[in-house]
């Protein structure tokens, strides 16, 4: 089992930033792959970003790219996500994801651990 913990959600102006941390505790073998979701009020969840174990492979959700970094430290079991130029419609619930299957990256189908998310609200 793998444990996940959110942090780093928050109120800030449209424009601002934010960093979002989550840790990993328990069996983190299991995180081969880690990866953000977020869920807005009356709209399915869906994909921000996910990182394998090494680093080297990142994907982004068009709507993020080029404003939103995903990173992690394995020293560490986190994972982040710096997230820049912050508009209105960022604003949700943002969840961190594992699984120790490669591939799939940004299908929540193939995530087995889920964290209990942390809001996040870009006011206008």
């Known amino acids: 089992q793998v444990q996940l913990v959110e942090s780093g959600g928050g109120l800030v102006q449209a424009g601002g930033s934010l960093r979002l941390s989550c840790v990993a505790s328990?069996?983190?073998?299991?995180?081969?792959?880690m990866g953000w979701f977020r869920q807005a009020p009356g709209k399915e969840r869906e994909f921000v970003a996910a990182?394998?174990?090494?680093?080297?492979?990142?994907l982004y959700a068009d709507s993020v790219k080029g404003r939103f970094t995903i990173s992690r430290d394995n020293a560490k079991n986190t994972v982040y996500l710096q997230m820049n130029s912050l508009k209105p419609e960022d604003t949700a619930i943002y969840y961190c994801?594992?699984?120790?299957?490669?591939?799939?990256?940004?299908?929540?189908?193939?995530?087995?651990?889920w964290g209990q998310g942390t809001q996040v609200t870009v006011s206008s």
């Open positions: 328990g069996r983190t073998i299991s995180t081969n792959k």
């Open positions: 994801a594992a699984d120790y299957r490669m591939w799939s990256l940004m299908s929540s189908d193939w995530y087995a651990y």
């Open positions: 990182i394998s174990w090494s680093g080297s492979n990142t």
